[in-house]
C-alpha cells in the first residue's frame, strides 16, 4: 500500500502538461498505476478528514521519487507520513516489555504514595508507571506550566511559544510507546525519511541524505550518504568510513571507552578530515547538545549513530532488567540489525503542555494519583538518620510521603541538596554534570517563505542549530499565508544574557543567507510581524568528555530517596527519550523496593505513635 500523504496547501509549477499525483489512500478519481502515480493530467485532492493528500510531480521518463532539476519547484506543505513500522523492532519490543511490568505487577495491599517533584517529562513518566502499577503518584511542579523542558505557552494572539524544537525519533521506543499507550499516536506527523542540511557555500540551497525505505539500517544510511555529493567528497568518505570501522566492530565498549575524548579530538586521531567535522558534525553535535565538536563527547555521536542509524551491528548490550541492575544485567550477542525507522523524525501536531503533557495527566490522575502546579519545592527537610521526611514548599506547606524523587533537572537539584548528602560519592559526582545553556527563538512573518521543507532544517550556520517553519510542520501552528521559524540559537553560553532585541537581530543576518531572496537583515523583504525569545539559562546537561561516570542511577543510597531526569543512568542520553526512560527505571526501583518502603512506612508509625 502507497505512503499516507497529507496536505494542507500547494504550489506548484512544472515544465509541460506532464503532472502526476499520487495517493496513498484508496481512491476512485484516478486509476492507480503498479508505482502508486494516477494517469496523466489527474491532478486531483481526494477527499480526506484532514487535509489532503501528498502530491507528487513526475516527468515520463522519471525513475525515482525526487524532482528532476529541469522542473520547476514543487511546493507542498503539512504533508504527513505513516507511522512507522515500529512496533516489531527489538528496541520496541523492550520498551513495551517494561512498559508491561507495570499494568502486571501484583497490586499493591497498601498502595505507596510517592512525592514526586518536577513535570517534566521524567516526572510525568515516573507517575505514569507508577499509577499503572497500583500507586499513588503526588507530582508537584515549581511554574504553572506542564512539560519541564518541554513547556510552552500562549502568547495574548493565541500563538504558542515553545522552550525547545522538540523531534520524535522512530529511535524513541519508550516514547513511541508512550504515545501508543496513550492511544495518541495520530499526535504524531511522521515526515519524509530525509536529513536536510543548509548550504552556507550556497545560500538558499540545501543538502538532502535521502534514505531509502526499502533498505534497513545502517544501508540505508550508508546508501545517503554514498548519494550525496554535495557535502562530502568521495575520498573524504572513505576516510569517514574507515575512520568508523573500529566503532562498527568494537560495539558497546568501544563507545562507552569514548566517553574521554572530544568528537573533534575523536575525528583527528582517526584521521577523519577536518572538513567533515565542520561539514557534518559541527550540526550534528549542536542538534544533539547544543555546543561544537571540541567540547562534546564522542562517545554521544557515537550512540546517536547507534540509535538512530542502527549502525553498530556487533556487541551490541541489550537491555535484561531495569532498576539498578539495568546498567549492570546485559548480555552481548551479535545480531544482525534490521530496524530502518531509527533516524526517521515526527513532529507533535501541537503544543507538547496540552498534545502530550495532559494525556499523561489525565492518565495518572484517572489512577488516582495527583498532580499539582505552583507547587516549588523550598527545601528538603530530613530525618535524623538522614532520609526524607518530607518536601517543605514555598508556601511553607509541607509533603510527606512514603518514597521520594527528585524529577528535575540536575541543576536544580544541587541547588536544593541537602547539606548532610554533599560528602556523599553518588551526590558529589553530580558537580559535574551542568546543564548547557540554549535559547529557542520564534519569529513571525508578514508573508509565507519559499524557501523551506516540511521538515526540520540543519541551518549549519555558527550561531543557529536546527529550525523548522512551524506554519508548515505542525498543524495547530499552520498558516496559510505567514511563516513562523522556530529556530534553535546555539551554542548559547555567549548570548544567554544579551536582550532579545540583540538576539533577534543576530538571529535575521544568520537568516538572511539561508533566505538571501525573502529575508534581509534590516527587514526590507520579509517583515516581522513579533518573535518570542525563550531562553533556557541550564537545558539538558553538558556532555563533555568524562561525564558518563557521573550520571545517577536511579536508585540513590538514601533510602526512600529516587532520582528521575534525562541526565540519569540510561542509554538515551540527554533527550525526551531518556527522560521517559529514566521515569521508567526510577518507577520499577519503586516497585522492586515495595516491600522495603512499606516497613519504613510502617516503622514510621509505630516511632509517631510512641510519641
Known amino acids: 500500500m502507497p505512503q499516507i500523504g497529507l496536505v494542507s496547501a500547494v504550489n506548484l509549477r512544472v515544465q509541460g502538461s506532464s503532472a502526476y499525483l499520487w495517493s496513498s489512500r484508496s481512491s476512485s478519481l484516478g486509476t492507480e498505476s503498479r508505482d502508486g502515480c494516477l494517469q496523466r493530467n489527474s491532478l486531483c485532492f481526494?477527499?480526506?478528514?484532514?487535509?489532503?493528500?501528498?502530491?507528487?510531480?513526475?516527468?515520463p521518463h522519471a525513475t525515482t521519487r525526487r524532482l528532476v532539476k529541469d522542473l520547476g519547484p514543487l511546493k507542498v506543505v503539512c504533508i504527513d507520513y505513516p507511522r512507522p513500522e515500529l512496533d516489531n523492532t527489538v528496541n520496541y519490543l523492550e520498551a513495551a516489555f517494561l512498559s508491561s511490568t507495570f499494568r502486571a505487577s501484583p497490586r499493591p495491599t497498601k498502595p505507596l504514595e510517592i512525592v514526586i517533584a518536577g513535570a517534566g517529562l521524567g516526572g510525568l513518566s515516573t507517575a505514569k508507571y507508577l499509577a499503572d502499577a497500583g500507586h499513588k503518584p503526588i507530582l508537584l511542579e515549581a511554574r504553572d506550566v506542564l512539560g519541564g523542558k518541554v513547556a510552552a505557552w500562549k502568547d495574548n494572539d493565541g500563538d504558542w511559544y515553545e522552550t525547545g524544537l522538540h523531534i520524535f525519533f522512530g529511535a524513541y521506543p519508550n516514547i513511541q510507546n508512550l504515545f501508543?499507550?496513550?492511544?495518541?499516536?495520530?499526535?504524531?506527523?511522521?515526515?519524509?525519511?530525509?536529513?536536510?542540511?543548509?548550504?552556507?557555500?550556497?545560500p538558499g540551497e540545501f543538502s538532502r541524505f535521502d534514505f531509502p525505505e526499502a533498505l534497513p539500517a545502517p544501508l540505508n544510511g550508508v546508501l545517503a550518504i554514498l548519494k550525496n555529493n554535495e557535502m562530502l567528497t568521495w575520498p573524504e568518505k572513505v576516510k569517514f568510513a574507515i575512520g568508523l570501522l573500529p566503532a562498527m566492530l568494537g560495539g558497546q565498549s568501544y563507545v562507552e571507552a569514548q566517553d574521554g575524548i572530544s568528537v573533534k579530538d575523536w575525528m583527528r586521531k582517526q584521521g577523519v578530515p577536518d572538513r567533515v567535522t565542520d561539514e557534518v558534525f559541527i550540526a550534528m553535535s549542536k542538534a544533539l547538545n547544543f555546543i561544537n565538536p571540541d567540547e562534546l563527547s564522542m562517545q554521544c555521536i557515537l550512540i546517536a549513530l547507534n540509535r538512530f542509524l542502527q549502525c553498530i551491528l556487533f556487541g551490541t548490550r541489550h537491555y535484561i532488567a531495569a532498576g539498578s541492575s539495568y546498567n549492570d544485567r546485559f548480555e552481548d550477542e551479535t545480531f544482525e540489525a534490521t530496524e530502518k525507522h531509527g533516524s526517521k523524525m515526527a513532529f507533535l501536531d501541537g503544543n507538547p503542555p496540552e498534545r502530550l503533557c495532559m494525556p499523561i495527566v489525565e492518565h495518572i490522575e484517572s489512577k488516582g494519583g495527583q498532580v499539582r502546579l505552583n507547587s516549588r519545592i523550598k527545601k528538603i527537610e530530613l530525618n535524623e538518620n538522614g532520609s526524607v521526611k518530607c518536601f517543605i514548599l514555598n508556601d511553607g506547606s509541607t509533603i510527606e510521603g512514603d518514597a521520594f524523587?527528585?524529577?528535575?533537572?540536575?541543576?536544580?537539584?544541587?541547588l536544593l541538596l541537602p547539606e548532610?548528602?554533599?560528602?556523599?560519592?553518588?551526590?558529589?559526582?553530580?558537580?559535574?554534570?551542568v546543564g548547557v545553556p540554549v535559547i529557542n527563538v520564534h519569529i513571525w512573518f508578514d508573508r509565507k517563505l519559499k524557501n523551506t521543507y516540511d521538515h526540520l532544517l540543519f541551518s549549519r550556520s555558527s550561531l543557529l542549530s536546527v529550525y523548522a517553519d512551524m506554519?508548515?510542520?505542525?498543524?495547530?501552528?499552520?498558516?496559510?499565508?505567514?511563516?513562523?521559524?522556530?529556530?534553535?540559537?546555539?551554542?548559547?553560553?555567549e548570548w544567554i544574557s544579551r536582550s532579545d532585541s540583540e538576539i533577534i537581530d543576530a538571529t535575521m543576518k544568520e537568516l538572511a543567507t539561508l533566505f538571501p531572496d525573502e529575508i534581509s537583515a534590516d527587514q526590507s523583504k520579509a517583515k516581522i510581524l513579533k518573535y518570542h525569545v525563550v531562553k533556557t539559562p541550564r537545558s539538558v546537561y553538558k556532555t563533555v568528555p568524562g561525564c558518563e561516570p557521573c550520571r545517577p542511577l536511579q536508585r540513590s543510597p538514601i533510602e526512600g530517596f529516587y532520582l528521575a531526569g534525562?541526565?540519569?543512568?540510561?542509554?538515551?542520553?540527554?533527550?525526551m527519550e531518556g527522560a521517559v526512560l529514566s521515569g521508567k527505571l526510577c518507577a520499577q526501583a519503586i516497585v522492586q523496593d515495595y516491600e522495603l518502603l512499606v516497613g519504613r512506612s510502617q516503622k514510621k508509625l509505630a516511632e509517631a505513635s510512641i510519641v
Not at 420 to 433: G, H, S, T, V
Open 46 to 59: 481526494a477527499g480526506s478528514e484532514s487535509m489532503g493528500h501528498k502530491l507528487k510531480i513526475r516527468t
Open 180 to 202: 501508543g499507550e496513550l492511544g495518541i499516536n495520530d499526535r504524531l506527523q511522521w515526515k519524509e525519511h530525509s536529513m536536510i542540511f543548509a548550504m552556507p557555500s550556497k
Open 405 to 414: 524523587v527528585f524529577a528535575t533537572p540536575v541543576d536544580i537539584f544541587k
Open 420 to 433: 548532610d548528602w554533599k560528602e556523599i560519592p553518588y551526590f558529589q559526582k553530580l558537580e559535574k554534570l
Open 471 to 493: 506554519s508548515v510542520t505542525c498543524k495547530e501552528y499552520y498558516n496559510p499565508n505567514q511563516s513562523m521559524l522556530e529556530l534553535v540559537f546555539a551554542p548559547a553560553e
Open 566 to 575: 534525562d541526565y540519569t543512568k540510561q542509554k538515551y542520553l540527554a533527550s
